[in-house]
């Protein structure tokens, strides 16, 4: 179906669609789409529920929403709560919330101000993360990698209850790993600063190694 045929699709209140082909799908209020869905691009404001894999080119969210398949997309623009049951494969992840993957996230950059949790890899070129909530992630892989706690604590009370206000993962590695807050069994890399509010179990470097404030590594090695 060429692109000018793809039937733009608007539910304002609520309202259930089929899957399918579109070019825009606009929601505001409440709505589920059942089957695999490929747009342009989805704007979503207040709640979605999608069956199965979504792929849009363009995603935005402002509420919440679960997708019980894979998200892929190029720019994903996430405000508010986002479940998926399957992995998130973007060029762009952009988090202002709460993610939860049940597989991997993929992407050319991955920037959170907030907390998430995906069971499997996350892997980025860039990875960006300020901890508003707690992190977790199975391994983070990227060429850079840096996680900050945020000095605005605007969210916080989101995630009252919810655990600290740090990152958690078995593995991180990249060439630049700055990382504050975090707690990791291993980290890899060739520059690496192991920030205050660490626990490191072993740092594998190559060319730098730095600590700070009351970071904490229990055994380092240079490669």
């Known amino acids: 179906m060429h692109a000018a045929m793809k039937r733009n699709i608007n539910i304002t209140g609520n309202g259930t669609m089929h899957g399918g082909s ?3 799908v606009r929601v505001m209020g409440e709505a589920k789409i059942l089957g695999p869905t490929e747009c ?10 999608v069956t199965d894999t979504l792929a849009a080119g363009r995603y935005k969210q402002i509420g ?14 996430v405000v508010g709560q986002l479940d998926v049951q399957g992995s998130v494969r973007g060029r762009s992840v952009r988090l202002r ?12 950059r991955f920037e959170a101000r907030g907390g998430f949790a995906i069971r499997g890899l996350l892997n980025a070129g860039e990875v960006d993360i300020r901890t508003w909530g707690p992190c977790r992630a199975k391994e983070i892989g990227g060429r850079r990698v840096v996680v900050r706690q945020s000095k605005w604590g605007g969210l916080k009370q989101l995630f009252s209850g919810q655990g600290p206000l740090s990152l958690t993962a078995e593995l991180i590695e990249g060439e630049y790993v700055y990382l504050e807050n975090t707690t990791a069994d291993v980290v890899r890399g060739a520059n690496v600063t192991i920030g205050p509010g660490c626990r490191i179990g072993l740092v594998e470097y190559r060319d730098q190694l730095k600590r700070l404030g009351d970071a904490r590594i229990d055994a380092e090695i240079r490669r």
């Open 22 to 24: 579109f070019r825009h």
């Open 64 to 77: 919440e929403v679960v997708v019980n398949g894979d998200l892929v997309g190029e720019q994903l623009n």
């Open 40 to 49: 342009e691009s989805v704007h979503c404001m207040g709640t979605l529920d």
């Open 97 to 108: 919330g709460q993610l939860d993957v049940r597989g991997e996230c993929e992407a050319e």
